[in-house]
């Protein structure tokens, strides 16, 4: 009985760690599109996707025009916006956000 606890303790722990950085990994700069680009994007993939690449403004907007192909909820109005922001925050020259890794560790 104690191992279960044990056992369901460290999963619910893991879990939380799982959780709290997820949340974490959906933070985007700041920005007058902020909510709208994680709306759009966070439908299909967490945010760290997009935090990872540095691309510029012609491949961001071959990027973007491939997720809207995709099923991307963007509106054409706002187009230009996204492609401005994930150019100006995502750019070649700027290096990559660090991984986050979660790390599980075996008890002796």
Request: aromatic letters at 6%; a positive charge; one cysteine or more.
């Amino acid at each position: 009985m104690f191992r279960r606890r044990e056992g369901t303790a460290s999963l619910l722990l893991l879990l939380g760690a799982v959780s709290v950085a997820r949340a974490q990994s959906l933070d985007l700069p700041a920005g007058p599109v902020q909510a709208k680009v994680r709306t759009a994007c966070a439908e299909c993939h967490d945010a760290s996707i997009i935090r990872q690449q540095r691309l510029s403004e012609k491949v961001w907007t071959k990027e973007l025009d491939k997720m809207i192909k995709w099923g991307a909820l963007v509106d054409p109005a706002d187009r230009g916006a996204f492609i401005e922001y994930l150019s100006v925050n995502f750019p070649p020259d700027k290096p990559p956000d660090p991984m986050a890794r979660v790390v599980q560790r075996k008890k002796p």
